[in-house]
């Protein structure tokens, strides 16, 4: 390669070198660099040919192409692969220039997106660049180095455990490890790559290498758009679009002329030459702004609320000459978002509000938690992404989280929530632990969130930054009242150096850079946290609120219970915002089995032990399943119980809180359940498992219930469990409540709530006509005594259901239902000797992506479920996991991602059960 480097070197692109005056003003060319890489570990006894290897991508992925390595995921691969995270990888690439660059006198540089994570690079022998956070981009001068022909680009990982461990024994004090997990890799917090890498109670520690991010060639011998930052506001009756223009370069002379185009509306602007520091830290900036008539626009937003309009805006960089030389492009939306904390006087002493307020509509904040789509973030494609998304939309969801533990996102990933209306609350990534405060350090977050914040702010999705993940939590010297850490408060002076390294880094560096790059949005120091009490960007000084990080009266909290029943809402969080709550479960059989031995499929199997990553997590599952069902007779059927479990335990939470919106001492105006999304096949808190099928779990059934714009709320109050874990009913209470987010009223809602026993009889039913308003919470029935409600009749044998419907003040019929099980399905008395059956019929004929069925039960089934025991035909239900009625048809339609299956095929694998009583199926 040296040789051959030395004789490439006489056929040299003319380059001038120091300023940036003489280069010829030519329009920029971009060339995708992702062929033609090779990989080989430190010794050479590994080598992955350019025609398996993969850019995007990770070594772990390269080698499982290669046949080299099992699927990290089957059984206990990610312990047994921990040699490929400890190995140095390299890859290298040999290219010549593409014929545009060849001929012009012109800067070059080389882009890379993203490198994960320690990495040094170096084209034709020259030495370009040493990096070490995943989290950046970065773009070298290779201007010098760079030739015609044979080029050799290498790029040189080495472990990232290795490099935190270093950095970490490096450190004057110890910080300690939030990773309270068994599997986990240590020091995470001192290296700026995804923390979920290094394990979690949810995913495996696979610390994976890679070049993770596209990688280009750029030439360019004028001015280079860099970035471009719009932000949206409503002044003076106008839509102002403020667009800062980063550039570099503007050589040759004279002045380039930036124009900024949206809407029909555009603006101008004159620059002179920039840097010739093209590495992004010293880029150039313009500021132009235009104006908008309101009348040429559609507002955006949110899922729910109305639709998602985008415009594009572009940017042209035109030199003296005529000639355009950059040209940037990207969508806007137009929209008023904003997070009021206004003062709330209640019975529990003063307080701050906390909603998001749009287009000047107060928004109830529907939502779940995202985390990294897989281990291996290329084998999340953008098809994956788009199925997740649009997943979370169709269940009722207006927000995700982007949990500070994994990564700001690629671009199609903003692009598409900007396209749904889901709104995103972004943390920083800092993921639940103390951070240390070295200069190197702080820079690198310096760096990372000026990086990030100028390349995703133009999306109107954004409606929040978050400084991190449990950061306040991390140093906070009690939760809930009860004494935490103490590493941090055995004496004044280590508790006063955890408070020092928190403040250093997001009080006086987080929040200070995002406050000069978008001054826009809000910015909330933690979640959860109290918020700031003083936060004046201008004199840099941002005070957190400090005390218990769970106060109901300001901010977010959160709720997790492993051991109490979990419906008992005397339990949960009166909070302004619940950020997180959820409870675990199995993921499919479907889903398993591909990573598994038969063996594996037993609830004391070692597999099943060294997946369940949370602690104590599956004696956990095991003890409440046993509240609400006999023992199972398989682990499919235990699969099934801890599937229905988390889904009654978090669509019940979330009723409660979309309940809440009015109540004195609550104010509750979001909530998101922990998690969307699975990263590996392993149980989880997820709505939807992984892989690329996007598979719903029981639970995104019951949240697309729970999250629909009008909802009945049933609470069953004051229960009590006993010791053997058996649940009394005798002393509970029953309220009903009517939740609307429609933005219209309803005058007169007629509300119907009715007793059936279980052989599909009504024996006892109440109405009334309510008005509902819109954006509103109603009580139809006060907390009533449920042996008042039930007269001489027993709990046992008698579900609560509960319908309304009603037409708005615009002519628009709107319904909802709901039950209520007043005792759990093993104390359930059915009629002696009934076995329902189940006939599935098809209705009409499949069309090309969808299958429609007809579900008619001759008698009453809680949880009527609708599963396949196949991964072929991905797609989602209409509705599944319902209560049926006897003799009443359910018309369920099945979406595929993709193409349909041959109905043959799908009726073959589907299958229909109920987890709270036996039935018998008829296909």
């Known amino acids: 390669v040296g040789s051959a480097t030395m004789l ?114 170096s084209l034709n022998g020259v030495h370009l660049a040493s990096t070490s956070n995943q989290h950046r981009k970065y773009r070298l001068d290779v201007s010098t180095a760079i030739t015609n022909e044979n080029n050799v680009l290498v790029v040189v990982l080495s472990p990232a455990t290795a490099f935190a461990d270093a950095a970490a024994a490096r450190y004057p004090y110890d910080i300690g490890d939030e990773t309270f997990v068994p599997q986990r890799l240590e020091h995470r917090a001192f290296i700026r790559k995804q923390q979920s890498d290094f394990g979690w109670d949810w995913g495996p520690a696979f610390a994976p290498a890679g070049i993770w991010r596209p990688v280009r060639l750029i030439q360019f011998g004028a001015v280079m758009l860099t970035n471009v930052l719009p932000t949206v506001a409503l002044i003076d009756g106008r839509w102002l679009v403020t667009v800062r223009v980063y550039y570099v370069g503007g050589g040759g002379g004279g002045q380039y002329t930036v124009t900024a185009t949206v809407g029909g509306s555009k603006a101008t602007a004159q620059v002179s030459e920039g840097t010739d520091d093209i590495s992004g830290a010293n880029d150039a900036a313009i500021v132009l702004t235009v104006s908008v008539d309101p009348a040429s626009v559609k507002r955006w937003w949110p899922a729910g609320y109305g639709d998602q309009p985008l415009y594009n805006l572009t940017v042209t960089a035109t030199a003296p000459s005529g000639v355009v030389v950059d040209t940037a492009a990207q969508t806007i939306g137009f929209r008023e978002a904003m997070l009021v904390e206004e003062p709330i006087e209640d019975a529990e002493g003063p307080g701050l509000s906390f909603y998001f307020r749009v287009n000047d509509v107060p928004i109830f904040a529907k939502g779940s938690n995202w985390i990294p789509a897989d281990a291996f973030d290329n084998r999340a494609t953008d098809e994956r992404l788009r199925r997740l998304l649009t997943s979370a939309v169709l269940a009722g969801q207006n927000i995700l989280r982007v949990w500070g533990g994994g990564n700001y996102m690629r671009d199609s990933f903003w692009q598409l929530c900007d396209e749904l209306g889901l709104m995103i609350w972004l943390d920083f990534m800092h993921g639940g632990a103390r951070s240390p405060r070295h200069g190197a350090h702080i820079a690198e977050w310096a760096a990372e969130v000026r990086e990030n914040v100028r390349r995703i702010a133009g999306h109107p999705s954004l409606v929040l930054y978050n400084g991190n993940n449990e950061g306040i939590k991390a140093v906070s010297s009690s939760i809930h009242g009860v004494p935490v850490n103490p590493w941090a408060n055995e004496s004044p002076d280590n508790q006063a150096v955890a408070f020092a390294d928190y403040t250093a880094l997001f009080d006086d560096v987080v929040r200070q850079v995002v406050a000069t790059e978008d001054s826009t949005r809000h910015y909330h120091a933690s979640c959860p946290s109290n918020g700031y009490l003083y936060d004046d960007t201008a004199q840099k000084m941002s005070v957190q609120r400090m005390g218990d990080p769970f106060d109901n009266r300001f901010g977010d909290t959160r709720h997790y219970d492993y051991t109490s029943y979990c419906l008992d809402s005397s339990l949960f969080p009166r909070g302004r915002f619940v950020s997180e709550y959820g409870w675990q479960s199995y993921p499919s059989l479907a889903t398993v089995k591909p990573v598994t031995e038969p063996s594996d499929l037993n609830i004391n199997s070692s597999w099943a032990d060294h997946v369940q990553h949370h602690p104590d997590g599956n004696p956990q599952l095991l003890a409440q399943n046993a509240i609400f069902f006999d023992s199972p007779t398989s682990f499919g059927g235990f699969v099934a119980q801890t599937q229905a479990v988390q889904a009654l335990c978090i669509a019940t939470q979330s009723r409660f809180y979309r309940a809440q919106r009015n109540t004195s001492g609550a104010r509750t105006m979001g909530c998101m359940y922990w998690q969307l999304e699975d990263i590996w096949p392993a149980p989880s808190w997820a709505s939807i498992e992984s892989g690329e099928g996007a598979r719903w779990k029981v639970l995104h059934y019951h949240i697309k219930r729970a999250y629909a714009p009008l909802i009945l709320f049933a609470d069953l109050s004051g229960v009590n469990v006993t010791a053997d874990k058996r649940v009394v009913v005798s002393n509970s209470s029953v309220s009903l409540q009517v939740v609307s987010d429609m933005m219209v009223p309803f005058p007169a809602m007629n509300v119907t709530w009715s007793l059936w026993d279980w052989s599909g009889t009504v024996t006892s039913a109440h109405s009334a ?31 609560l259901v509960v319908t309304a419907e009603g037409l708005s003040t615009t002519g628009e019929t709107s319904s909802a239902s709901t039950e209520l099980f007043l005792t759990p399905f093993r104390d359930m008395v059915f009629p002696t000797g009934e076995v329902p059956t189940v006939n599935v019929t098809v209705v009409d004929e499949p069309d090309a992506s969808t299958i429609t069925l007809s579900i008619v039960s001759s008698g009453m089934v809680p949880l009527l479920t609708l599963d396949s025991e196949s991964s072929a035909g991905p797609g989602y239900w209409s509705d599944s996991s319902f209560l049926a009625f006897p003799g009443r048809a359910v018309v369920v339609k099945y979406t595929f991602w993709g193409d349909a299956i041959p109905l043959s095929t799908f009726l073959e694998d589907l299958t229909v059960r109920s987890s709270a009583r036996p039935i018998r199926v008829y296909k």
């Open 8 to 121: 490439a070197a006489a056929q040299v692109i003319a380059v001038i070198v120091g300023t940036l005056a003489g280069l010829q003003v030519v329009p920029l060319v971009k060339s995708a660099l992702n062929e033609g890489w090779t990989l080989t570990n430190a010794n050479g006894t590994i080598t992955v040919p350019s025609n398996t290897t993969v850019i995007p991508g990770h070594v772990h992925t390269d080698l499982l192409r290669a046949g080299l390595i099992k699927d990290p995921y089957y059984r206990f691969e990610d312990d047994g692969l921990g040699w490929v995270r400890n190995d140095t990888w390299t890859y290298t690439c040999g290219f010549h220039l593409p014929a545009e660059m060849m001929t012009r006198v012109a800067q070059v540089a080389l882009e890379f997106d993203g490198l994960d994570t320690v990495a040094n690079i």
């Open 769 to 799: 006509i309510v008005a509902v308003p819109a954006l509103s919470v109603v009580t139809v029935l006060e907390s009533t005594r449920l042996a008042e409600l039930l007269a001489a009749r027993s709990a046992a044998s008698t579900v």
